[in-house]
Structures are given as structure tokens and as C-alpha cells.
């Protein structure tokens, strides 16, 4: 699609938005935009922009709509969009269009912040010529103007920004893992699993998708892909891709050579070994000498907001793991802790579940500070499960000052919510800074 002097709308006006309105103006496009809030500062926008109630009359008009990834499909303005067979696309879609180089996607429902983190370093030691996109908070739109016959994208996609993909492809794909998560806005987990899925759609065979063997979902569907599909494994050895052995060793299950061992590097966890295999086998396929793979995972710290060590105060460590946005990222968090731990938990609900979440404490979690839109959603999920050692706070400041009177010496403090931020913060980001100011106040 050619955007030259064709009408464009860009709806929903975040940091996703901007970029794209930025992208589209250098393409040639006559472009307006629209956001459902009316007390939004648009100064930063050179063009018609409408607020509030959509204007139907301009809508029927347009070329193009590009949806930034928070606005939801089943808005009225989209609804009329399509009636009048105005294409939607996402900032995604808008970039990939422009894109010149080699592209790598990565998605999930946990780890693709630390598997995008990783692979983009691996990929900037091989190449400088290498952009970090998309969900992990810089716009694809932002970059791709840059890219060349011989840069790497490596991105970070969300089920949001799959929603709106129509040619996308990237030459190595990963999902990582999928568990509940989003279910207030995909309705159905299998229009979530199917959502996950769209990232290999455009995949051929001369492309790779990698696939975590031990997601039954992913496992089980893996056969519908057209492209080629390579696995990992935490506990179970494979003959083809990458495993985990007893002796937490990372070995390729093609020629039975140890690449690593999970014990020279600062990722720990069962999950981290997941995510640095689809890393491995990521940047394998693009090119990369094994020996600079591993150098470079050996050296990499884990990223900001999950599961990352705050400060010691009075023998007590702190976590702050406010990327912990579902409980299956969380009980990944509370997986990591070693010794007795204080939780602080609860947030937006996005409709998930917290038993399974409970069910992980294992006798590891010997209170529970709940805050936020879930908490009597949770509480309830804890008596269910037999676990009383609960109370409810108003805010993350007294949860962190009544976690630092609960907790002893050799204990632990883990922020780590199994839930979206949206409540009470503008994203999971200010509230780990946040957790983190708290502490090192203390």
C-alpha cells in the first residue's frame, strides 16, 4: 500500500501514536487523528485533530486507519471504519511496510522483554546496525526509516499489535509460552492463543518459528505452521533445537554439545534458561557465531522491573518484578526467591485467575500485602487455596513500609503483582519506580 496523498487517521494518541502520525507525514500522507479522551494535549500535532464523539463525516473519507495497539477493535469507530471498508492497520504493519532489513519477532504471554533485551544485545555485538521495537516501549515507526539491506529489528510484539498485522513477516519468529493473560479484551483464550499465533501467518518456509516444547498449546499446534519450526526445552530432552539437561546445562539436541551452563550466567530460573534458548536459537539462525552468542549471554544482566534486585535493608532484600503482570509471570517471580518471602501483590484486573498463582507460594510466602482493583479477587483465590496470611493496604507506600516491619533478617520483600498496573499507575514501569523510591527510603 502506497501512502502518498492518501487520507490516514491515526487513532489512540500515546507514544505509539506520535510516532506513527511522524512516519505517515514523511510517506506523504494527508493524515488527521482521533482519541476517545477529550482533555488530551495535542500540541505536539501539526494536523486535524478530533476528540471525544468521532467524527463520522471525516471517518467515511479515509484511505487508511492505523490503531495504536491500546485501542480496542470493537470501538464503534472501528466498527464504522469497516462498514465503510477503510483498511485498519497497527503501527506494526505501518513500519514493516518501510522495513529494508532483516526482521525478528518475538511474542508470549512472559519473557519477551528479556528475550527481546537479549537478543537485540546479541544481535548490536554482531551488528551495530540493529534497532530494539516495538512493546518494549521504543515504536517501530521510530526506527525503521533507518533500516538498511543489512540492519537487523528485532521486536517485541504484544497480542494487541498482532491484532492489527496483515503482511508482517519476520525471517525468525518466537512464542515463548501462552497463559492467560488479556482475557478482557481477546474474550477467549483461544482468540488469544490464535492472536499469538498470527505472528508466524506470513511465515514460508524459508522462515523459522520457534516454539517452547513445554507449552502444550504451542507444541500442539506447531504442526499448522507453514514455515519451519524449531523447539526448546527446559526438562525434556530433544533430538532437534535446544534443551535443558539435569545438570542445568544448555546442550543442542542435534550434535549433543554443551553450550553453557546455567550457573555462569545472571538470568536465574528455569524461565530465563527458556527465554536465552529461543535467544540461542534466534540469533543462530540470523547469523550469529555461537561463541559471540554465549559470550554475550554470559554477560547479560537481567532488565529493569523483573525480578531485579532493589537494595538490602536490614538483612532484607528487596525485588522489585512490577513486570510481573499476570499470575503466570508471577509465580515465575516468586520461582526465583530462595528463602521466606514477603509478597506484595494485586493491581487491574484483566480477568485472569490467581489459584494457580497461590497454589506457587509453597509454603515460600509467609505474607501477602494486597493492593488495588483485585485484591478481594485474590483474597478470595487464597482462602480457596487454605492461605490466610493476607491483609489489604490502601497504596504501594504502606505495602513496602508494612513489608519492612513484617520481614526478618534472610527474608525477602517481592513486589510482584500479577497484574496490570492500570488502576493505580500509568504504566508497570512507574510503578516499579516507585516500589523502588519506597524502598531505598526506607
Known amino acids: 500500500m502506497t501512502l502518498r496523498e492518501k487520507k490516514a487517521v491515526v487513532v489512540g494518541l500515546g507514544k505509539s501514536g506520535l510516532a506513527a502520525y511522524e512516519l505517515l507525514k514523511k510517506m506523504g500522507a494527508r493524515v488527521c487523528l482521533y482519541d476517545g479522551k477529550e482533555d488530551l494535549d495535542v500540541s505536539a500535532y501539526d494536523a486535524p485533530v478530533y476528540l471525544g464523539d468521532f467524527p463520522e463525516e471525516v471517518f467515511a473519507g479515509l484511505d487508511c486507519a492505523v490503531f495504536s495497539p491500546g485501542v480496542p477493535l470493537d470501538i464503534p469507530p472501528a466498527h464504522f471504519l469497516r462498514e465503510k471498508n477503510v483498511p485498519i492497520i497497527g503501527e506494526i504493519e505501518l513500519a514493516f511496510m518501510m522495513e529494508k532489513g532483516t526482521v525478528a519477532g518475538i511474542t508470549g504471554t512472559n519473557g519477551k522483554t528479556t528475550t527481546t533485551t537479549l537478543v537485540g544485545e546479541i544481535m ?21 526509516l533507518k533500516s538498511t539491506e543489512n540492519s537487523f529489528t528485532v521486536a517485541e510484539i504484544s497480542s494487541f499489535q498482532l491484532e492489527t498485522i496483515d503482511t508482517f513477516r519476520p525471517k525468525v519468529s518466537a512464542i515463548l509460552n501462552i497463559t492467560p493473560d488479556h482475557l478482557n479484551r481477546h474474550k477467549t483464550m483461544e482468540c488469544y492463543i490464535d492472536t499469538k499465533f498470527a505472528i508466524a501467518k506470513n511465515q514460508t518456509k524459508e522462515d523459522l518459528c520457534i516454539l517452547n516444547y513445554e507449552d502444550e498449546v504451542l507444541r500442539n499446534r506447531a504442526g ?50 527458556e527465554n536465552i534458548m529461543a535467544a540461542i536459537l534466534m540469533t543462530r539462525e540470523l547469523g550469529v557465531p555461537m561463541e559471540q552468542i554465549i559470550h554475550v549471554v554470559k554477560e547479560f544482566q537481567a532488565v529493569e522491573h523483573r525480578v531485579e534486585f532493589v537494595k538490602t535493608v536490614c538483612g532484607v532484600d528487596y525485588y522489585n518484578d512490577s513486570k510481573g503482570t499476570n499470575p503466570d509471570a508471577a509465580i515465575k517471580g516468586i520461582s526465583s526467591m530462595d528463602r521466606p518471602t514477603v509478597l506484595i501483590g494485586g493491581g487491574y484486573d484483566k480477568g485472569g485467575e490467581f489459584d494457580e498463582w497461590i497454589r506457587a507460594f509453597d509454603g515460600k510466602v509467609k505474607k501477602l500485602f494486597l493492593l488495588g482493583e483485585t485484591k ?38 517481592l513486589l510482584s503483582p500479577a497484574c496490570a498496573s492500570w488502576d493505580m499507575f500509568d504504566s508497570y514501569e512507574q510503578r516499579g519506580t516507585m516500589f523502588k523510591d519506597y524502598v531505598r527510603s526506607l
Open 224 to 273: 499448522e505452521l507453514s514455515c519451519l519450526v524449531k523447539f526448546f526445552s527446559s526438562k525434556q530432552k530433544l533430538t532437534d533445537g535446544l534443551y535443558q539437561d539435569d545438570m542445568h546445562n544448555i546442550v543442542d539436541g542435534e550434535t549433543g554439545e554443551v553450550l553453557m551452563n546455567m550457573k555462569e550466567c545472571h538470568l536465574p530460573g528455569d524461565h530465563n534458561c
Open 376 to 413: 478481594e479477587k485474590i483474597a478470595e483465590a487464597a482462602k480457596r487455596q487454605g492461605f490466610s496470611d493476607y491483609e489489604f493496604v490502601d497504596n504501594l507506600e504502606e505495602a513496602v513500609k508494612k513489608a519492612a516491619q513484617t520481614a526478618v533478617e534472610g527474608d525477602a520483600v
Open 124 to 144: 548490536k555485538a554482531y551488528n551495530e546496525q540493529t534497532f530494539v521495537v516495538g512493546n518494549i516501549g521504543n515504536p517501530y515507526t521510530k526506527e525503521v
